[in-house]
């Protein structure tokens, strides 16, 4: 017959007591779970590849002075919806296909390599850059929350990025989990599994690569720096789907 006791709320509960004995009146509900197990198990998760090229100095100081020429070439640029009227130059979309940007597009291309291993993709066909551009924004300047799609994957490369130049959000893709929020201890910083957006500052050399179906947008460039178009934010940015090899 079980042994009838009572554990108070600050006692441990000891391997041979059972919560069978236990008077649930006087027991708190973590001396309960003492005994439980409990394993995490992540589905579902969103993935962000955050990649530093090698060497990016030396790339950026050429693909800076492409881009530049490029912009000469094309002054309107292209006019994308979340563009309109909000500051940004964006070039024509393949500059994958032209020679000057070939080292850019082939340093994107051993990222989506690895994006490809990493996911256990079918090796008969190759993670590959659809499209790419580029996009400068000056001061005050900034990108609307979009999507891309008609891709899998997309990217972008900062190629010159000031301090201040303007931090890129992706939010929650779960909508439903924004219904209603959890209330958590304002004295901790939320758990990452918890967050429902994340930043990312840009920095020159960094390439970021996130499904191209999470939502994204750029917050507007306060950066102020000596020089003519030393304060612009200059990016390549890119769709990557799958082509058979
Ligand atoms: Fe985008």
């Known amino acids: ?46 993935l962000i590849y955050v990649n530093k090229l090698h060497n990016a100095d030396q790339l950026n100081a050429q ?22 009227n909000l500051g940004g130059w964006h070039s024509h979309n393949n500059l994958h296909k032209e020679k000057r940007f070939a080292e850019m597009a082939n340093r994107i291309r051993a990222a989506a390599a690895k994006i490809s291993d990493d996911c256990d993709y079918d090796p008969k066909y ?9 996009i400068i924004n ?36 779960r909508t439903q989990h924004l219904m209603d929020q959890a209330k958590f201890n ?11 957006k994340v930043r990312f500052k840009p920095e020159p050399g960094k390439l970021i690569i996130f499904p191209s179906w999470l939502y994204h947008s750029v917050e507007p460039n306060f950066a102020n720096e000596e020089g003519e178009g ?16």
């Open 1 to 46: 017959m079980a042994k009838k006791i009572s554990v108070s709320k600050t006692t441990k509960i000891s391997g041979n007591i059972s919560t069978k004995d236990m008077r649930a009146e006087d027991v708190s509900t973590e001396d309960i779970g003492a005994l439980d197990t409990c394993r995490l198990e992540t589905y579902f998760p969103t």
């Open 63 to 84: 693909l800076l002075a492409d881009i530049r020429a490029e912009q000469q070439k094309d002054q309107k640029g292209i006019q994308r919806s979340n563009f309109t």
């Open 126 to 134: 190759q993670l590959d850059i659809g499209t790419m551009w580029s």
């Open 138 to 173: 000056s001061p005050g300047s900034f990108n609307r929350s979009h999507i891309h799609p008609g891709c899998l994957w997309s990217g972008v490369y900062y190629v010159q990025a000031p301090e201040n130049s303007g931090q890129i959000e992706f939010t929650e893709p």
């Open 186 to 196: 304002p004295n901790k910083k939320r758990p990452k599994q918890c967050w429902t």
């Open 230 to 245: 030393a304060s612009d934010r200059i990016i390549i940015s890119f769709n990557l789907s799958q082509y058979k090899k």
